[in-house]
């Protein structure tokens, strides 16, 4: 009898499925891949995951910091700062574009040396906000974090569900490394995903263009 476990599990898998790339993105994903050494489709499916998991009030920021961005200083300052006003805290610690990143994130990437980042705090929004860069982004907080529990003395390389979910609840979640890391149900659903995404890209041209979801 398959549990109330499985049946949610394969709910968020599915949920997962919904989501599709175009041409441009996966070969964004694969060049990122190949520079930082992870799976391809492990990529994927965290950019798939933390896009079945935005509500409405996080399309909405995402809109209006997009804005920002393109408009002159004095009008993007006070829209920042009403944004702050009705969430009740910093744009920087906001979880922001594609690869949903937090700042905090970001710097630690750029302070371990796993990417070159602008100087400015508002050249870094604009980074985390660049469409174009979320699977570089995705990368390389990967990577840092398979590369930190190596250190530890722990392998997760193989682990697309640990890493899965490492990626969500940060770089060693509340217990730090230790010899036998659990996935959670995030976790095993992005994992599940990235099995299904290399079968079913196996055989699709990379010219056909899906769309972006």
């Known amino acids: 009898m398959k549990t109330l476990t499985h049946w949610v599990d394969r709910w968020r898998t599915l949920r997962l499925r919904q989501i599709t790339f175009d041409a441009q993105t996966r070969r964004d994903i694969q060049s990122a891949a190949e520079q930082y050494q992870i799976p391809s489709a492990l990529i994927a499916s965290i950019l798939a995951d933390e896009r079945v998991r935005l509500d409405l009030a996080d399309r909405v920021q995402d809109k209006v910091l997009r804005l920002s961005l393109k408009l002159p200083t004095g009008?993007?300052?006070?829209?920042?700062?009403?944004?702050?006003?009705?969430?009740?805290?910093?744009?920087?610690?906001?979880?922001?574009?594609?690869?949903?990143?937090?700042?905090?994130?970001l710097n630690r990437l750029g302070e371990t040396?796993?990417?070159?980042l602008p100087q400015t705090s508002l050249e870094r929004r604009?980074?985390?906000?660049?469409?174009?860069?979320?699977?570089?982004?995705?990368?390389?907080?990967?990577?840092?974090?398979?590369d930190h529990w190596q250190a530890g003395g722990v392998n997760i390389e193989?682990?697309?569900d640990v890493l899965g979910t490492l990626y969500s609840i940060g770089l060693t979640g509340t217990q730090g490394v230790h010899a036998h890391p659990q996935a959670n149900a995030r976790g095993r659903a992005i994992a599940a995903h990235a099995a299904w995404f290399t079968e079913s890209t196996a055989h699709v041209p990379r010219t056909i263009p899906l769309p972006l979801t």
């Open 113 to 116: 040396g796993y990417l070159n």
């Open 126 to 146: 604009q980074l985390l906000l660049n469409d174009l860069q979320a699977p570089t982004l995705v990368a390389a907080c990967l990577r840092a974090t398979a």
């Open 158 to 160: 193989g682990r697309p």
């Open 75 to 105: 009008v993007a300052g006070p829209l920042v700062a009403a944004v702050e006003r009705v969430c009740g805290r910093p744009v920087d610690t906001f979880s922001l574009g594609r690869a949903q990143m937090k700042t905090t994130t």
